[in-house]
């Protein structure tokens, strides 16, 4: 079992850019969610994909936006970019009616998104 | 408001016990959790409570909740270098929309000292 997958690992973008990041969740797990994690604070929740439909989303622009695949896998697209997107974006997958329980949230290694 | 209140630091001799201290912000929160974020990894989970429960132990870890506070704790015993990262309280909320979200404090980043 590969767990979650992120990729690429690193990229980097100028300000403008537009830049598209892919998650396959972990084996068996149908929901992905999506969070940005700014040097030094905490991961913020940017969406949720269930059923290849965005399912609850935080504060952020329209900007980000995302989609999910018959397959489970998602993207995560971030159009007009600014200094500010400049992050940690973790991908983190569960299976459905985790909210409810304690089924364990699994995270990706991320990718580092520097916008110059 | 919505935020998971951290210290941003502890600094702890290796042998020595290490408390991380996190204040959350709903009564109603059901399963609090602490994870453990490593240099350039993404988060690993390393243990959760009930909110029915006052303590958990799981081999070198403590988590102790006071819900009247809405306080939680993790007490790591003989702590080791290899336990130098970033630790992150998260509670489960319920948002608008139905769905219960994990919501994250900032971290707080224990330095294990020889």
């Known amino acids: 079992d590969a767990g979650v997958t992120q990729s690429p690992t690193h990229l980097i973008k100028t300000r403008g850019q537009q830049v598209t990041l892919r998650c396959s969740p972990k084996s068996g797990h149908d929901t992905v969610s999506w969070y940005q994690q700014a040097l030094g604070q905490g991961p913020q929740f940017i969406f949720q994909?269930?059923?290849?439909?965005?399912?609850q989303r935080g504060n952020f622009p329209d900007r980000f936006s995302g989609h999910q695949f018959p397959n489970y896998s998602s993207e995560l697209n971030v159009n007009a970019l600014l200094l500010g997107d400049s992050a940690l974006y973790l991908c983190a997958s569960s299976q459905t009616g985790w909210e409810k329980t304690n089924e364990k949230l699994f995270f990706g290694s991320g990718t580092q998104l520097s916008v110059l | 408001g919505e935020d998971v209140e951290q210290s941003l630091f502890l600094s702890v001799r290796e042998g020595d016990s290490s408390v991380i201290n996190c204040t959350y912000t709903d009564s109603s929160s059901t399963y609090l959790y602490w994870y453990k974020q490593e240099p350039g990894a993404g988060l690993q989970l390393l243990t959760y409570?009930?909110?029915?429960?006052d303590m958990k132990q799981d081999q070198r870890l403590t988590v102790l909740l006071n819900k009247k506070d809405k306080h939680l704790s993790l007490r790591i015993a003989d702590t080791q270098t290899g336990d130098s990262a970033i630790y992150f309280c998260a509670e489960k909320l319920r948002r608008a929309g139905g769905s219960y979200i994990p919501t994250f404090g900032r971290g707080t980043s224990l330095i294990v000292h020889p």
């Open positions: 409570i009930f909110s029915n429960m």
């Open positions: 994909y269930y059923e290849e439909e965005e399912r």
